[in-house]
């Protein structure tokens, strides 16, 4: 029997991709930002394709910022750019 791969839509590219290829940031119920590595964060997530572009047009575009619901800091996307590996 062939394992199912869970896909996720990038919220930038709207493309699908496996769920190990994305990055997922949270807000979380505190109402506080967080780049989810382990993808089970409790909160509303969101998901970036794991590219510098992506990340810096998320930033430019405010994009995290409507579909979390909440201002999305600096220092969140310097945390995204150093995951990126």
Not at 20 to 27: A, D, G, H, T
């Amino acid at each position: 029997m062939v394992k199912k791969i869970p896909m996720r839509k990038c919220v930038v590219t709207n493309e699908h991709w496996p769920k190990k290829e994305l990055i997922r940031v949270v807000r979380t119920p505190d109402n506080t930002v967080i780049v989810d590595l382990t993808g089970k964060a409790n909160g509303r997530g969101a998901y970036l394709k794991k590219d510098l572009e992506v990340i810096e047009t998320a930033k430019r575009k405010k994009i995290l910022d409507r579909h979390l619901e909440i201002t999305v800091g600096d220092e969140v996307y310097e945390e995204l750019k150093k995951n990126l590996n």
